[in-house]
């Protein structure tokens, strides 16, 4: 298992831009598949982005695509998102999580990732 610390939320105007970073401590980062999920009050937690354990291929839901990029850094046992042109509905709590088994372009559930992050407030104001 991987212990995820997620950092670098914050305020911000829509339009602007923040990178999250996800920190993981413990065994064998580099082989895990790593995603990022969000929750906002009173909505179920959604899937984001995902990258496989190399950081060749990548993920992304709808909403997200063209405006968010995840990256990892394995040397420094790291994930990114990168979140650009930021909407007022992007406001919610952002998570990293390390997956269970093999990365997957398709359906990622929550319940696919065994690991979790404390997550941190992202707020797009209009």
């Known amino acids: 298992q991987v212990q995820l610390v997620e950092s670098g939320g914050g305020l911000v105007q829509a339009g602007g831009s923040l990178r999250l970073t996800c920190t993981a401590s413990?065994?064998?980062?580099?082989?895990?598949?790593m995603g990022w999920f969000r929750q906002a009050p009173g909505k179920e937690r959604e899937f984001i982005a995902a990258?496989?354990?190399?950081?060749?291929?990548?993920a992304y839901a709808d909403s997200v695509k063209g405006r968010f990029t995840i990256s990892r850094d394995n040397a420094k046992n790291t994930v990114y998102l990168q979140m650009n042109s930021l909407k007022p509905e992007d406001t919610a709590v952002y998570y990293c999580?390390?997956?269970?088994?093999?990365?997957?372009?398709?359906?990622?559930?929550?319940?696919?990732?065994?690991?979790w992050g404390q997550g941190t407030q992202v707020i797009v104001s209009s």
């Open positions: 990258i496989s354990w190399s950081g060749v291929n990548t």
């Open positions: 413990g065994r064998a980062f580099s082989s895990y598949p």
């Open positions: 999580a390390a997956r269970r088994g093999t990365y997957s372009s398709g359906t990622n559930r929550a319940a696919d990732f065994s690991s």
